[in-house]
């Protein structure tokens, strides 16, 4: 690592000095050997901080021309002393140093110099130490990635299975909203996960999105999943959520803490409800609060699929590998998912299933130890059971943001990352250009 460190600035400089935006320069100065110890010129040369810089030692062969570097120039006091020349706080151009000189001395002279900023040397530093620490971290996460032992390459999803429902949840529900189907079997019931803070998102799905009951004469259900507030904020809600599950009726919950790592006990709330007060609905769907649904392509969609067959669908994720790096978000132990690579799944932002597959997965559930990620969970489930993904022919569910364009969002489905006001935006721009044609 030392001869590192010591090439590392070499190499710097001499690209510095050699790039073909700095032009080499000769200048005349006039010096007698014996003018060396005046103190004009030992302080124009360097014994006071704050005059100019030169190039270092290490990019003088570049600097000078090659008859210079041969001639008896070289051995010159004055030239020994130009090149080591660089000290701390210095502002001023290399040029003033050679006026300084010319005033001081009689003898004529010829030298080469770079003008090279220290700035620019800084930068210069900064960008290669960037550059190295780049693939430091790089070789790094490689290593913890792939390169244990003890590491299953290929997923057997079959180990998280238990024959007895050991892993069923005992969480009770805070407000279930148990009514909403026992009078209708609505055709699509779509599940929103929230956070109980978050009233601004619920309020902008409710009046647009979520605000049709029907669609193309099928019934639509929209519901949001909460679970308990991990902390009271100072400054208080417009709106509780037991308010808010009064005034809307759409709110379900149960008294786990609603934290990032309990998304799949939400989940599993989603699959139980369903399964306990609504297990007549022809298509369920997954989603998130920041996801905006064209609710009416949506329906379309499902009605042109094969009724006979068992769907899940969204956007998919095949091969993809179990992150071991430093980014706690995405991160899973080897003791939680020992394997390289996950089974295939539909990405959490958006996935739908038919009715009786949502029943069967919720029963599979009670047997799978839960893990940290909500949607591998339910694809863990669905490969137990042997389920493959419907890959739609066409792009419609969107992992990250799309400016709005009204032709593309008229015919996607589903998009992630879309803030509240831009989702209201964007409902109200589709909802009042009818009349704009697409091809």
């Keep these: 690592m030392l001869w590192g460190a010591w ?10 000095c050699g790039a073909p935006v700095l032009a080499c320069k000769e200048v005349s100065v006039s010096l007698e050997e014996r003018d060396l110890g005046r103190p004009e010129v030992l302080s124009a040369i360097g014994g ?11 990019a003088m062969d570049r600097c000078l021309p090659a008859a210079a570097s041969s001639s008896p120039l070289t051995a010159h006091p004055l030239f020994s002393l130009v090149q080591l020349r660089d000290p701390p706080g210095c502002k001023k151009c290399a040029s003033e140093l050679v006026v300084q000189l010319w005033k001081a001395t009689d003898v004529l002279l010829q030298i080469s110099y770079c003008l090279v900023p220290e700035s620019v040397m800084y930068v210069g530093l900064l960008q290669w130490v960037f550059l190295l620490l780049l693939i430091f971290s790089i070789v790094t996460m490689w290593y913890i990635t792939f390169s244990s032992n003890t590491v299953i390459e290929h997923a057997n999803t079959m180990y998280f299975y238990e024959y007895e429902p050991v892993y069923k949840q005992p969480y009770l529900f805070t407000s279930r909203e148990h009514l909403k189907c026992k009078d209708t079997n609505p055709f699509l019931v779509i599940l929103v996960s929230s956070r109980p803070n978050d009233v601004e998102s619920r309020q902008a799905i409710r009046i647009t999105w979520g605000s049709h009951s029907f669609w193309w004469g099928h019934r639509i259900l929209t519901l949001f999943l909460l679970g308990q507030e991990t902390e009271r904020e100072d400054k208080p809600a417009a709106l509780s959520v037991e308010d808010e599950s009064i005034l809307y009726g759409d709110i379900i919950s149960q008294d786990f803490m609603d934290t990032y790592d309990n998304l799949t006990l ?6 139980r409800w369903v399964t306990e007060f609504c297990p007549n609905a022809r298509f369920v769907m997954k989603t998130d609060s920041d996801v905006f649904i064209n609710t009416g392509n949506l329906v379309k969609f499902l009605l042109k699929l094969n009724s006979s067959e068992t769907i899940f669908t969204g956007y998919p994720f095949i091969g ?6 430093f980014y706690k978000k995405t991160y899973i132990s080897y003791d939680e998912y020992p394997f390289s690579f996950y089974p295939p799944y539909c990405s959490g932002m958006g996935y ?6 949502a029943l069967r997965v919720y029963e599979m559930m ?6 940290k990620f909500e949607d591998v969970y339910v694809g863990i489930c669905l490969n137990i059971l042997k389920v493959n993904i419907i890959i739609p022919e066409e792009q419609r569910f969107f992992l990250y943001k799309i400016n709005f364009d009204i032709c593309k969002y008229r015919h996607l489905i589903a998009v992630h990352g879309i803030k509240p006001s831009e989702m209201i935006r964007f409902w109200q721009d589709l909802s009042s250009n009818t009349s704009v044609t697409c091809l």
């Design 7 to 16: 090439l590392l600035p070499l190499t710097i400089t001499r690209a510095l």
């Design 366 to 371: 009670n047997h799978i130890r839960p893990i």
């Design 320 to 325: 993809s590998f179990a992150y071991r790096g």
């Design 48 to 58: 006071a901080p704050g005059t100019c810089c030169c190039c270092p030692l290490l």
């Design 266 to 271: 939400k989940t599993i709330m989603a699959f």
């Design 352 to 357: 739908i299933l038919d009715g009786n597959l």
